[in-house]
């Protein structure tokens, strides 16, 4: 076969073969880039023969590559904030080398800052803040100019008219840089350091704390407080500075240099005022440090830094980073969790499990997908077999027995990676420790965690394989086989007045009948809701639902595939019959009544049912809290489809909120280009102009669109409207009840029904904030003081 071009003939061309070319120049910015990644990384030789090395190499290319070395630089500062002390003497042995160099360094430092404040940055400014206060161990910038940056950051804080989390983040991001700068600081400017920290410490007295009941992941304090992240900074850094200043984590390569940085000419920072607040801004939230380990937790090796120790808090940052950057890889992140420096000094495995669950379980929800820190642990168990499996085995049992005052969004958390964990190890797990829960109550939460975590498992394995991995002892707490329940060939199906219709759909279904055949079965079923003294027959008819809706879904009970496509194919009739609420909920609860011993059929046909449409998210919120659905309240997989149902209207209005943003956007410009000269648009091409006109939204599709989402915004206030007076309605009904009977009204229904209520508020803050006035005024005025107590943590929260 012939593989040469048909141009290969011509004459005229040079037939050279061309390869890409990368630029000299290209090469020599991809080495430098590399060279300054690398450096720190473990060689044969010493970190500081690196440096020197390096900074000669610098130095060299500093006319030709400038721009470049200041970028990568910059990078590397902000981003890897774990060799924040490497690159800092870098910068430091340039600085002596090339003051100039020095200087314009500082000045894009200082605007990466501002930048960052300004693009609502915070981790990115943080670590810039901190970059340039280790500026000052390595006599780049003086201390009198850093200090003024810290007093402009505290000043910010003393603003009574901005949201709290605001002047929050101030605080904690100059608390944070201290343990790098307190030494040196202290040293040259004390009585200005003492000043600062007097100012701070005014500022934690007076804040409120409204919001730290709703992040705790226990309700109790023992055996370790839930402290909130600022009052334990704080307590770390008196410490430090009642040990004068002396940590033992921080590596500071600068010392070796000492003698060279000492001579070099220092920086002053310019005068930085941090950017007013505005209402666009979104600050981070608040949280509580979490607890899991002591000293005492730990068998014989090293010692587990005290919970108000500075290197508590800096190995916990440390492990905390490397999760960020590596969250994507499992396996690298695993790894490198393992290859902590300091990892002989401390007792890592219980380090790296306390702050992977306290990620896990971060209020109100953790930063990264759940599976992602179950698959981190998988790992770790991989590459430490003959330690990593026996310290999770400890945390969990700690989890257990603790269980009792877990916070219910914990408490889901703790099931879904346990779940996973299990069957990912075969199942296999020592139930026999924990058979103590086969005395409580079944609403208690260590049965029910069992119960909770058997149905999780069910759903990653078998039916027959979850039976016998369990104790016999344990089988009241196993899920019931999950086979439909259909009413209509049940022993009572002869009495039911829907029984003939039924089979005749059955056969109908089978031999491929269209929707209008089944509408027309149908039709002649009677109302029940039909009474003589009625003069309009209505048009619900829960029976004509009932034989429909468990007719289909039982012949489709094969797998979730067959279900699909019945639900599709005969879409047409469910929207025929789903005429309204009460008939949307008549199919949700017939849904129920064939599938109750399959919680996760149930969970995916309703979010089947939301997307076709055939039922509105306020009927499935208001068959959640309905009487028929009261025996499954205090069960996961109900809330799994509240939250659901939620999400679902979130996005929705999400999406036509951008919708709407993008179609503003181009009428703008579009009225921008009609301005222009008639001679452009005739220089136009017949293609462009043509379609310029199919892409630009008019005026009146625009006004629709607005409507649109109007409406969709009504929808999402409704729902949540819907479940907050249930809730309410509920939860004062149970409170009245027991005050009547003279009862405690601390149950194990209540514990669950008021964590599923603050589990709303959390889980979803960012669109209930929105409505938290219209919820005041409508429902959150005359309740009782324990409901009012966790919307007032909520308003805390996000006010």
């Known amino acids: 076969m012939n593989r040469r071009r048909p141009y290969e003939d011509d004459e005229g061309y040079d037939r050279r073969p061309k390869r890409r070319r990368v630029s000299d120049n290209q090469e020599i910015e991809d080495r430098l880039e590399s060279l300054i990644l690398r450096v720190g990384e473990k060689t044969t030789s010493s970190l500081e023969s690196n440096l020197e090395g390096l900074v000669a190499v610098l130095e ?68 810039s803040l901190r970059f340039l206060a280790d500026l000052v161990n390595c006599n780049v910038i003086s201390a009198v100019s850093l200090l003024q940056l810290l007093e402009s950051m505290v000043d910010a804080s003393t603003d009574d008219t901005v949201p709290q989390v605001r002047r929050d983040w101030y605080v904690f991001s100059v608390l944070s840089t201290l343990p790098w700068v307190g030494r040196d600081l202290y040293e040259k400017k004390e009585s200005a350091l003492e000043n600062l920290l007097v100012r701070i410490e005014i500022f934690l007295n007076k804040r409120t704390k409204k919001h730290h009941n709703a992040l705790r992941v226990w ?26 200043w002396a940590e033992k984590y921080i590596p500071r390569p600068y010392l070796a240099f000492d003698s060279i940085l000492c001579e070099a000419l220092q920086h002053s920072l310019p005068q930085i005022t941090p950017p007013p607040h505005h209402e666009s801004y979104v600050y981070p939230m608040p949280w509580v440090v979490y607890r899991m380990f002591d000293y005492t937790d730990c068998p014989d090796g090293p010692i587990l830094p005290g919970a108000h120790s500075i290197e508590r808090f800096l190995i916990e940052e440390h492990l905390h980073s490397i999760i960020e950057t590596h969250h994507l890889e499992r396996k690298d992140c695993a790894s490198q ?31 990264y997908l759940e599976v992602c820190y179950g698959s981190i642990m998988i790992e770790l168990c991989k590459l430490q077999p003959s330690t990593m499996p026996q310290v999770l085995a400890q945390a969990t049992e700690i989890l257990f027995m603790r269980i009792d005052s877990m916070n219910t969004s914990c408490f889901d958390r703790f099931v879904n990676w346990f779940s996973y964990h299990l069957s990912n190890f075969q199942f296999r797990w020592s139930w026999d420790d924990w058979d ?61 007045p829907g029984t003939a219709t039924a089979h005749k759909l059955v056969v109908a279904i089978r031999q491929k009948c269209t929707p209008e055949e089944i509408l027309n079965e149908l039709k002649d079923l009677p109302n029940p809701r039909d009474t003589e003294n009625d003069m309009v027959e209505s048009t619900f008819n829960p029976l004509k639902i009932d034989v429909f809706t468990q007719t289909l879904l039982n012949l489709g009970s094969k797998s979730f595939s067959h279900t699909f496509a ?28 064939l599938w109750r011993n399959h919680q996760q059929m149930i969970v995916v046909i309703v979010d089947k049912l939301l997307k ?56 703008a410009k579009d009225a921008d280009s009609s301005s222009s000269d008639d001679s452009d648009n005739e220089s136009m091409t017949p293609k462009k102009k043509k379609d310029e006109t199919v892409e630009k939204p008019t005026e009146e599709a625009v006004e629709k669109m607005e409507e649109k989402l109007e409406a969709a915004y009504g929808d999402q206030k409704r729902i949540f409207l819907i479940i907050f007076q249930r809730f309410i309605m509920i939860l ?49 005025t005359q309740v009782d003081s324990h409901i009012l107590d966790v919307f007032l943590q909520f308003v805390a929260l996000t006010k």
């Open 612 to 667: 076709t449409q055939i039922v509105e998210c306020s009927s499935v919120a208001t068959w959640v809290f309905s009487k028929e659905m009261s025996s499954e309240f205090t069960k996961m997989y109900l809330w799994e489809i509240l939250h659901l149902t939620i999400k679902k209207m979130n996005k929705h209005v999400m999406k036509l909120s951008a919708e709407l943003a993008d179609a503003k956007e181009k009428l």
């Open 337 to 367: 969790l393992l290859s902590f420096p300091y990892k002989n000094k401390i007792p890592l495995e219980y380090c790296i499990v306390e702050v992977i669950f306290s990620e896990l379980f971060h209020m109100p929800t953790p930063r």
């Open 219 to 244: 309700s109790v304090d023992a055996p370790h407080p839930q402290e909130e992240y600022l009052d334990c900074l704080w307590a770390q850094i008196r410490k430090l500075r009642n040990e004068s």
């Open 436 to 496: 103590s829960c086969l005395f409580l109550e079944p609403e208690h939460p260590r049965p029910k965690f069992i119960q909770e975590v058997l149905q999780k498992c069910l759903r990653l394995s078998y039916y027959q394989r979850i039976k016998d991995m369990m104790p016999v002892a344990y089988e009241k707490l196993l899920p019931p086989m999950t086979t439909p329940e259909y009413k209509y060939t049940s022993e009572d199906a002869a009495s039911l």
């Open 60 to 127: 060299a290319d500093l006319g030709t590559f400038r721009n470049k070395i200041l970028r990568i630089l910059i990078d590397c500062a902000v981003k890897l904030p774990e060799k924040c002390t490497i690159y800092s003497t870098l910068v430091g042995l340039l600085n002596a080398k090339n003051y100039n160099f020095g200087g314009e360094f500082v000045d894009h430092m200082v605007k990466n800052f501002k930048d960052s404040l300004k693009n609502c940055k915070w981790d990115s400014a943080r670590y």
């Open 566 to 593: 019945a639900i599709s194919k005969f879409h047409y009739v469910f929207k025929q019959l789903a005429d309204s609420e009460e008939a949307q909920i008549c199919i949700l609860h017939n849904v129920f009544e």
């Open 732 to 780: 004062s009904e149970h409170l009245v009840k027991c005050d009547t009977d003279g009862r405690d009204f601390s149950t194990d229904w209540y514990r669950w029904t008021i964590g599923r209520l603050q589990q709303v508020f959390l889980v979803h803050h960012e669109q209930v904030q929105k409505y938290s006035s219209t919820l005041e005024s409508l429902l959150f």
